[in-house]
Each structure stands twice: as C-alpha cells, then as structure tokens.
C-alpha cells in the first residue's frame, strides 16, 4: 500500500515540474533575444558598411575631381605664359610642362571614369543588399517582439503555477516538506516508483530493505542509491 503522502506528493512533483519548466523558459528568453539582437546589430553593420563604401568612393570622386580642376588651372596658367614668351628656349620648356599637364589631365579623368564605374556598381550592390537586410532585420524585430510577448504569457503563467504549487504544499506536513526539499535542490524528479526492484528516478536496482518499506508504504521509504522518494507501483 501507498504511504499516505505520496499521492500529495506526486501532486506537488507534476505541479513542481511544471512551475520549473517555466521558469527556466522565462530564463532562456533574454538569452534568445539577446542573440537575435546581435543578429540585428551585424545586419545594420552591413548595411553601414555598405553605405560607408559608396560614401568613400564618392568622396574619392569629388577628389579626383578637384585635382582634375587644379591641373587645368595650372594647364591654363602654362599656355598663357607660352603665349607671352619670346624666347624659343622657354617656348620649349612651357611646352613640355604642357604636355605633363596635359598627360596628367587624362590620367586623372581615366582614373574618375574607373570610380564612376565602381560607384555605379557599388550603387547597384547597396541597393540590393540593402532591402534584403532590411527584409532580415523586420524579420528579426518581430521576432524579438514575439518572444517579448510570450515572456509575458509565461510570466502570467508562472504565476498560477506557483500558486497551484502552494496548495499543494499545503496539503503536506512540515517534515515531509522538508525531505522533500532536499531531495528537490539537488535532483528532479523527487519521488520516483519502484517497478520490478528498480528505481525510476536513477534506473539502479535498490535494496530489499528500501523495496519492503516502499511495498508496506508504513514509512516514507527513499532509494539507497539515489536518495529520492520511492512509492510502490
């Protein structure tokens, strides 16, 4: 026969198990948040840092193109003095700072027209990628918002289950309580049943002394192996 309390117990245990089942969703949440947080933060990043890219090469653009227009000031200022000189010899000389100028106008105009291209081409990539992260980052905004709102469902929850689990308490004696609150902070389940001479808390066959005080149910009898509470089956 059972002892008295195990029935209270196994009451308790289900409701107990539940109770932790729900804390340690509630303790899981900020954790999962936390993770789709960072999953949002590098989706940003991405998108920064593909902007940052095209910033850059517009700023190189513009720099290449106020070196452009200084070379042709200077290029300017060459052939004006060209046309003052008399002299063959210097006639010579501004012609061939001309010429050096002039080479290094095409060169930077070359040199634009490749970061045009890139800017193009950079352009295109942001775009894309730019609604698809933003896609993402909904995606995991919602997410997030989601798991806010189950965390609360559970929090709601939690709070009738550890109500349900003091009824439950309530129904036991100050002594049973208190073994069963060892056993709790240290191993789950609590109270086990004993099927065929074996513990199904540790799976351990216990002894004939533990099995004969589980079968009588005189006493609250407990496993020699593993500790927990052990009821007949």
């Known amino acids: 026969m059972r002892h008295p309390a195990v029935d209270h117990l196994l009451i308790l245990q289900n409701r107990d198990t539940k109770r932790i089942q729900l ?26 840092d593909a902007r940052s890219e095209l910033k850059e090469l517009e700023t190189k653009k513009k720099l290449v193109e106020t070196e452009i227009g200084a070379m042709q000031d200077t290029l300017a200022k060459y052939k004006t003095q060209q046309s003052l000189v008399r002299k063959n010899d210097e006639y010579q000389a501004l012609g061939q700072q001309i010429a050096t100028a002039e ?61 349900e689990v003091g009824k439950a308490r309530e129904s036991l004696d100050a002594l049973v309580l208190r073994l069963y609150d060892r056993i709790a902070v240290r191993t789950q389940p609590v109270i086990a049943a004993v099927r065929g001479g074996t513990c199904d808390g540790c799976h351990l066959k216990i002894s004939g002394e533990s099995e004969a005080n589980a079968r009588k149910g005189e006493m609250l009898a407990t496993c020699d192996q593993c500790g927990r509470i052990i009821w007949w089956d």
Not at 23 to 48: F, H, N, Q, T
């Open 23 to 48: 804390e340690s969703e509630i303790k899981s949440v900020p954790d999962a948040i936390r993770a789709i947080e960072e999953k949002v933060r590098l989706e940003k990043k991405s998108i920064e």
């Open 103 to 163: 080479a290094a106008i095409d060169a930077l105009e070359e040199q634009e027209l490749g970061v045009m291209f890139a800017i193009d081409e950079a352009k295109l990539r942001f775009a894309a990628a730019e609604q698809v992260l933003k896609d993402n980052i909904a995606g995991y905004e919602s997410r997030i918002a989601t798991l806010r709102e189950s965390e609360k469902n559970l929090v709601g929850q939690l709070a009738v289950a550890q109500g």
